[in-house]
């Protein structure tokens, strides 16, 4: 059993990775862009294309499982997707477990994307030895996973610790498309960017008119250099995420939060700020709260699922419950 291979898929706000794991280890990947414009049913065929890829090229031969990192809430212990925000709103609809059947004979595991880049941390990265972990992800949306004394936090119904992009800064802020208003999300987040810019008073009217064109990655390149304008966004938006960091503190009580997504990149700016607005006003008087950075990047959550799928396996096969992972992460990466 050592020796099994996994199928990992996180269906990111930009990208889609597609990963061949085994034992913790990841072997190899595909990356193309998400496509949004189609709906869940419509993008199956190249998730499929891209998995086929991996298994000739890599002369797999056969599955021990497939899984799926979505960015919605999901039901983990059905396998079902129980409510989307705009991205791949088909989805609810759709038997997956029959889909991975059906295509490669295997056992079928999905979760919420952050959640899963937080066990993913948990297990094998910068969350590894600690009992009580946060991670917020940031990118074209932002998300959050919590473990809290040794347990992956779910709640009654599939929600409990995913939803900190959803946390309410400012409660007179911009209309979010979850439907509330002054989100993390919608005050900070990639899929806001234009108009995060756009509806900034301070900003001055060339730079508006341009706020298509910018991402998170070059606003910061214009913050290096000087830019007056790309500054205010920059700073606001490190602002907010250091409001949620807090937030997150207070409500989860963590010993480590670890931050995801591609603008970690500019970790060298973003963490010393935000360690600066915990140390200041995160209440936390019994021991300090270490704010790091994520150790397997984009990947995280493909290591999350490869360790989640062979725990359910391992589970079923010793007929116990595959609610949720272990307590504790293990010192050997491999479960079965």
Not at 39 to 68: H, Y
Not at 263 to 290: D, L
Request: glycine content about 10%; aromatic content about 10%.
């Amino acid at each position: 059993m050592n020796m099994k291979y996994i199928i990992a898929v996180d269906l990111g706000g930009t990208i889609t990775k597609v990963g061949l794991l085994r034992n913790g280890e990841l072997v190899d990947y595909v990356k193309m862009p998400s496509r949004q414009d189609l709906d869940m049913t419509a993008s199956l065929p190249e998730i499929e294309n891209a998995i086929d890829f991996l298994l000739n090229s890599n002369g797999v031969k056969r599955l021990f499982g497939v899984g799926i990192a979505f960015p919605g809430l999901v039901n983990n212990k059905k396998s079902i997707i129980i409510s989307t925000n705009e991205k791949y709103d088909d989805g609810v609809e759709l038997d997956l477990d029959r889909w991975a059947d059906e295509h490669w004979g295997a056992p079928f595991y999905i979760d919420n994307d952050a959640r899963l880049a937080a066990i993913g941390e948990w297990q094998y990265g910068s969350g590894r030895g600690y009992d009580s972990v946060v991670m917020m992800t940031i990118g074209t949306g932002i998300g959050s996973g919590v473990i809290m004394n040794g347990e992956v936090m779910y709640g009654k119904h599939f929600q409990a610790g995913s939803l900190g992009g959803h946390f309410v800064v400012d409660y007179k802020g911009r209309l979010c498309s979850c439907g509330n208003k002054g989100c993390v999300e919608a005050l900070s987040s990639s899929f806001f960017l234009h108009k995060i810019i756009k509806d900034h008073a301070c900003l001055s009217p060339s730079f508006k008119m341009s706020s298509q064109n910018y991402d998170f990655k070059e606003i910061f390149q214009l913050a290096e250099q000087g830019n007056r304008d790309a500054l205010l966004v920059r700073n606001e938006c490190i602002e907010i995420w250091g409001a949620a960091v807090i937030n997150f503190i207070h409500a989860y009580d963590p010993e480590v939060v670890i931050l995801g997504g591609g603008i970690m990149n500019s970790h060298k700016v973003i963490v010393p700020y935000i360690e600066e607005r915990v140390s200041k006003f995160a209440w936390t008087p019994s021991a300090k709260v270490s704010v790091v950075v994520s150790s397997l990047g984009d990947y995280a959550a493909l290591y999350g699922l490869e360790y989640c799928l062979r725990k359910k396996i391992k589970d079923e096969v010793f007929g116990k419950s595959s609610v949720s992972c272990p307590l504790k992460p293990s010192d050997s990466a491999p479960l079965c």
